[in-house]
């Protein structure tokens, strides 16, 4: 007979037994309503997202130690906490378990979840949220000890740029919740079953008096289409999880890193000749610019941020010779190419993205410029422009420029001009580059000329052909002559020319004055 | 009934359809003439054209509705 002293038996056994419940989640009933919504459970999530075997769990056994809510049990206080590894590499991980009390904020989850914020940013690894959270523990927090809390977007502002943030949206995301998304570089969000939002249904109902659904106020749709707030729509939770991988494939795991190479049986030397049938050689003509990046990139792949939002201009991660490229594309199809106010925000921030994590930057011209008119005017477009020039003016990645067509004004500087310390420019043998089209400017250089002429149709055929001497001086061997371009390319070439620019300013370095930071237009 | 609208203010520079016909998703309605570029409007939906607002040479401004799609 075993010496009681000795017996380790139950204690084990108590173990264990805590262990177990704390996989239950909220247990069996709330796991099937989990299911019966079409999503799966945070476990099954974490074996999705992360490579097999890699998961070290903290925190398993937390609860919700709160008096308030009694002798009632809540698996790992609703927040599971740990690291794991994507592709050989580890990532901190914090998922929310909407089984557990909807997936509540809670002040010990939310302790567990800042412990491994601290861990991120020591260890230098990226951060992934997965979010299915219906916001703060009301029942919990509803009075002024409210005061002390916000210390978690404080801290993400803090890794922003440092280590790469992903949260995706699995589920009804309010408040808190949906900050967090804000405040991240990479945001994708599951159709049907996702949804962020300042305010929940239940609480706009109560404070403005509108009827809506999660789904109509801060579904998938509104966040990729309309707000821009989300960067990709996703159909199930699986496909979600596998996109947060792909997308960190591209990414160091922090700032002082460089991106992973990820060689490619692509040789970068190749032609791209079905160039010649994508793109009209009349600079009018509109073309889908998404079918000129899959010619040139590595075996066509490109991971596309925000495609659904500001689609006048295109913005994607993919590699060339196995070196991760951020790629900012004008699309001529959708407004012909000219910039607004979304497509600025979305290029400026894409550019900070890509900046902020060595992520070299190669820039496909064929802009008619920005917008003008009252209209953008009132949108605050000089504002919104500004936030391009700054993020390509601040940009210190290797910056290649590529001008298909035309480049004019102010779309040529903020697509990385020369002047914009561009290390490679060179362009095709369509490429205008102007301070505007000579249809434009002959209204302007000619216009006393051209209201003298009272015969409306003497005066249309005067204007074609002061036009025409125009688009004489637009030519890019007259660029090239002054030496404003590296190189005319050979279309088919592109990619090539993009590999060589990224060979020669690898090891790129810019010294600018000390500042604490510039002031943002935003 | 699906709305067509404008994107951005421009002229109307060729309509490309006529009211009473079918069209498929992604077929061009009209094409704007804005910024010095052709921009097609296209349909998302497919179905019959049932009204028109638009011809050539006048202007649209953004928001503005260009045609209504009966959705078939």
Avoid at chain 1, 386 to 413: D, N, Q
Avoid at chain 1, 431 to 457: C, K, T
Wanted: with cysteine; aromatic share 6%; net charge negative.
């Amino acid at each position: 007979m075993a010496d009681p002293r000795y017996d380790w038996g139950p204690l084990v056994g108590d173990l264990a037994a805590r262990k177990a419940r704390a996989l239950e989640m909220g247990g069996e009933k709330l796991v099937e309503r989990q299911r019966s919504l079409g999503k799966l459970t945070v476990r099954e999530r974490l074996d999705l997202l992360l490579d097999p075997g890699t998961w070290v769990e903290y925190g398993l056994l937390a609860d919700h130690m709160d008096a308030g809510l009694g002798d009632r049990y809540l698996a790992a206080d609703g927040a599971i906490t740990g690291v794991g590894e994507i592709d050989g590499r580890p990532v901190a991980v914090a998922a929310y378990d909407f089984t557990v009390m909807a997936g509540s904020m809670g002040g010990v989850g939310e302790s567990k979840i800042a412990r491994m914020r601290a861990h991120a940013l020591r260890q230098r690894i990226p951060f992934v949220w997965l979010l299915d959270s219906a916001g703060a523990r009301i029942q919990s927090t509803s009075g002024s000890s409210f005061a002390g809390a916000g210390a978690l977007f404080r801290e993400q502002v803090a890794m922003s740029g440092v280590v790469p943030m992903v949260a995706a949206i699995l589920g009804h995301c309010a408040a808190g919740t949906a900050y967090i998304p804000g405040l991240a570089d990479f945001v994708p969000m599951v159709k049907g079953t996702s949804s962020m939002a300042l305010g929940g249904r239940h609480l706009v109902k109560a404070a403005v008096g509108e009827d809506v659904t999660e789904e109509e106020m801060g579904g998938s749709a509104v966040h990729t289409k309309v707000s821009g707030v989300a960067d990709l729509e996703v159909a199930d939770d699986e496909e979600c999880l596998r996109v947060v991988r792909d997308y960190l494939s591209f990414f160091p795991q922090h700032n002082r890193e460089r991106p992973p190479v990820r060689t490619s049986t692509d040789p970068v030397d190749r032609r791209a000749e079905e160039l010649y049938e994508l793109v009209p050689t009349a600079a009018r003509r509109a073309y889908d610019v998404r079918k000129v990046v899959h010619a040139i990139v590595d075996d066509g792949h490109v991971f596309w941020m925000k495609p659904e939002w500001a689609k006048n201009v295109v913005t994607g991660l993919a590699r060339v010779g196995g070196q991760a490229v951020g790629i900012v594309a004008n699309q001529p199809m959708v407004l012909g190419g000219a910039l607004d106010v979304n497509a600025a925000d979305k290029a400026a921030r894409f550019v900070w993205l890509c900046d902020a994590f060595n992520i070299p930057l190669v820039f496909l011209h064929d802009v008619p410029g920005f917008i003008v008119g009252s209209a953008v005017e009132k949108q605050g477009i000089i504002r919104h422009g500004a936030k391009m020039l700054f993020a390509v003016s601040e940009a210190t990645v290797p910056k290649i420029s590529v001008v298909l067509r035309k480049s004019y004004g102010a779309g040529y500087f903020v697509m990385n001009g020369l002047a914009y310390e561009a290390d490679y420019i060179v362009a095709w043998p369509t490429a205008e580059i102007a301070v505007m089209g000579p249809d434009g400017a002959v209204n302007i250089i000619h216009r006393r000329q051209l209201e003298a002429i009272e015969d409306e149709e003497e005066r249309a055929a005067r204007r074609l052909e002061l036009a025409e001497e125009i688009r004489a001086n637009i030519d890019p061997y007259i660029a090239a002559g002054h030496a404003q371009l590296d190189d005319v390319i050979d279309p088919a070439d592109t990619r090539a020319a993009i590999a060589r620019g990224l060979h020669v300013t690898a090891d790129k370095q810019v010294d600018r004055p000390w500042r604490k930071h510039g002031v943002l237009p935003v | 009934m699906a709305e067509i609208r404008a994107e951005i203010t421009a002229n109307v520079w060729q309509v490309v359809v006529e009211e009473g016909q079918m069209v498929a998703e992604g077929d061009e309605i009209c094409i704007l003439e804005s910024m010095k570029m052709e921009i097609p409007v296209t349909t998302e939906v497919p179905g019959v054209v049932r009204e028109l607002d638009v011809e050539p040479g006048q202007t649209v401004q953004e928001g503005d509705r260009i045609a209504l799609i009966d959705e078939s």
